[in-house]
């Protein structure tokens, strides 16, 4: 039997909904996983950008463990003493001056979507349940019925209709499309900055500045999904900064909870977020004790800006080295900041190169058939990033 087959039993209870690599993880700290037979592997997926810190960060396990301490859910029926102050926080970095906590990424695109709407009808006009929304062709925003409805990928969405309507999908890209697709009923475009799940696609140089151009020109909402592209990944704390551009909403998750609980949010104006009146939204864990105290601990550290600088510099490293990859193997290799999608010729599994460098010790995802993605977390040494750049070229040579 193999590894895989074996772990297929290991988990008989489990629903098949993913297809992880052969290898069951015990303990992690920093860039490090440890396996249950004591093997030592190099993280090179920061889960999806979830742990941009690494692995049990000290700070973040600090912050953890003393909220757990103190209070970890009160629901919102109750003030507690971590809300008022993570909500400052993240108004303060994102430059916004309202926050909604949420738990998930999906949620927090749901919430977006939410508030774009109520934008729409109630300071907008647009002739109520017409709202449409424009978003681009190959997104990744999440895993709820009304997201997958405007995923492009069949393995998201097949079966899983009837959708809900007010979604035109673009070209990723291409700002002409979006002002095209704009009329009297668009409230909002919504879009991830560089798209993460689609193999990390960086869009032409101006896109962002030209949506942002064009979603003001029009009165229409710049919905930003940072989900994954944001808090220090791209080596700045928004991808959206690489363009100085600001969206009208930001929309965060993943590294918000530092790789240890659930954290999402939106960041808006007040006027805009003041669509939402009491019992409009809400969530049980929104927003909880223990959410809210990870998450500043997780502001104060992007804070010092030394993630972001790191994101900058060992990204250069990273993209250096790939680039120096042998090219009869690669056919595209697409970074931004500590992020690289590797695009493999026709006719090699992606797959196959990431079983490769698991066995090798490194911890890499394909996404899609061809595109092996990259994502280690900011802590990673120089030589790691080096060691990751070898570890991948020998799998693919
Ligand atoms: C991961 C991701 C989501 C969904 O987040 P979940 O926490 O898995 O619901 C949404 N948008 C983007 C860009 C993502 O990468």
Same mark, same amino acid.
């Given at each position: 039997?193999?590894?895989?087959?074996?772990?297929?039993? =290991?988990?008989a209870h489990a629903a098949h909904n993913y297809h992880p690599l052969p290898i069951v993880i015990t303990e992690a700290e920093g860039a490090? &996983?440890? @396996?249950?037979?004591?093997?030592? *592997?190099?993280?090179?997926?920061?889960? *999806?950008?979830?742990?941009?810190?690494?692995?049990?960060?000290?700070? =973040?396990?600090?912050?953890?463990?003393?909220?757990?301490?103190? &209070?970890?859910?009160?629901?919102?029926?109750?003030?507690?003493?971590?809300?008022?102050?993570?909500?400052?926080?993240?108004?303060?970095?994102?430059?916004?001056?309202?926050?909604?906590?949420?738990?998930?990424?999906?949620?927090?695109?749901?919430?977006?979507?939410?508030?774009?709407?109520?934008?729409? *009808?109630?300071?907008?006009?647009?002739?109520? @349940?017409?709202?449409?929304?424009?978003?681009?062709?190959?997104?990744?925003?999440?895993?709820?019925?009304?997201?997958v409805g405007f995923s492009t990928d069949p393995d998201a969405r097949e079966d899983f209709g009837p959708f809900a309507p007010g979604f035109?999908?673009?070209?990723?890209?291409?700002?002409?499309?979006?002002?095209?697709?704009?009329?009297?009923?668009?409230?909002?475009?919504?879009?991830?900055?560089?798209?993460?799940?689609?193999?990390?696609?960086?869009?032409?140089?101006? *896109? =962002?500045?030209?949506?942002?151009?064009?979603?003001?020109?029009?009165?229409?909402?710049?919905?930003?999904?940072?989900?994954?592209?944001?808090?220090?990944?791209?080596?700045?704390?928004?991808?959206?900064?690489?363009?100085?551009?600001?969206?009208?909403?930001?929309?965060?998750?993943?590294?918000?909870?530092?790789?240890?609980?659930?954290?999402?949010?939106?960041?808006?104006?007040?006027?805009?977020?003041?669509?939402?009146?009491?019992?409009?939204?809400?969530?049980t864990f929104g927003g909880n004790p223990l959410a809210c105290a990870v998450g500043r601990a997780v502001i104060a550290m992007l804070e010092?800006?030394?993630?972001?600088?790191?994101?900058?510099?060992?990204?250069?490293?990273?993209?250096?080295?790939?680039?120096?990859?042998?090219? @009869?193997?690669?056919?595209?290799?697409?970074?931004?900041?500590?992020?690289?999608?590797?695009?493999?010729?026709?006719?090699?599994?992606?797959?196959?190169?990431?079983?490769?460098?698991?066995?090798?010790?490194?911890?890499?995802?394909?996404?899609?058939?061809?595109?092996?993605?990259?994502?280690?977390?900011?802590?990673?040494?120089?030589?790691?990033?080096?060691?990751?750049?070898?570890?991948?070229?020998?799998?693919?040579?």
């Amino acid at each position: 039997m193999t590894v895989a087959q074996d772990l297929h039993e =290991l988990e008989a209870h489990a629903a098949h909904n993913y297809h992880p690599l052969p290898i069951v993880i015990t303990e992690a700290e920093g860039a490090w &996983v440890t @396996d249950v037979e004591g093997r030592r *592997y190099l993280d090179a997926l920061a889960g *999806y950008s979830a742990l941009n810190f690494g692995h049990r960060h000290p700070q =973040l396990i600090a912050a953890a463990e003393a909220q757990l301490r103190r &209070v970890t859910l009160t629901s919102r029926a109750f003030h507690h003493d971590q809300f008022a102050p993570f909500c400052a926080d993240l108004a303060r970095l994102t430059g916004m001056d309202a926050v909604l906590p949420m738990n998930t990424g999906a949620e927090a695109v749901e919430t977006a979507i939410k508030l774009a709407r109520r934008w729409g *009808y109630r300071v907008k006009g647009v002739e109520r @349940d017409r709202a449409t929304i424009v978003v681009a062709d190959d997104n990744f925003h999440g895993r709820t019925t009304t997201i997958v409805g405007f995923s492009t990928d069949p393995d998201a969405r097949e079966d899983f209709g009837p959708f809900a309507p007010g979604f035109r999908s673009v070209p990723f890209g291409d700002a002409a499309a979006i002002e095209a697709a704009i009329d009297e009923t668009t409230v909002a475009v919504l879009l991830e900055p560089v798209q993460g799940e689609a193999g990390i696609r960086v869009p032409p140089p101006g *896109y =962002l500045r030209e949506v942002r151009r064009i979603t003001r020109e029009r009165d229409v909402l710049f919905l930003a999904d940072e989900i994954q592209s944001g808090l220090g990944r791209t080596g700045t704390t928004f991808a959206c900064d690489l363009e100085d551009v600001v969206p009208d909403v930001f929309l965060l998750g993943k590294a918000l909870g530092g790789g240890v609980v659930p954290v999402s949010a939106i960041a808006a104006n007040r006027e805009l977020m003041d669509v939402f009146t009491p019992g409009s939204h809400g969530s049980t864990f929104g927003g909880n004790p223990l959410a809210c105290a990870v998450g500043r601990a997780v502001i104060a550290m992007l804070e010092t800006g030394e993630f972001q600088a790191r994101g900058r510099e060992l990204g250069a490293r990273l993209d250096a080295g790939l680039r120096a990859l042998p090219q @009869d193997r690669v056919v595209e290799v697409r970074t931004i900041g500590l992020w690289a999608g590797i695009e493999l010729a026709p006719g090699n599994r992606a797959r196959t190169v990431c079983e490769r460098m698991l066995a090798e010790g490194v911890l890499a995802k394909d996404t899609h058939e061809t595109t092996v993605r990259l994502a280690p977390p900011l802590v990673v040494t120089e030589d790691e990033v080096d060691h990751i750049v070898e570890v991948l070229g020998a799998a693919i040579g």
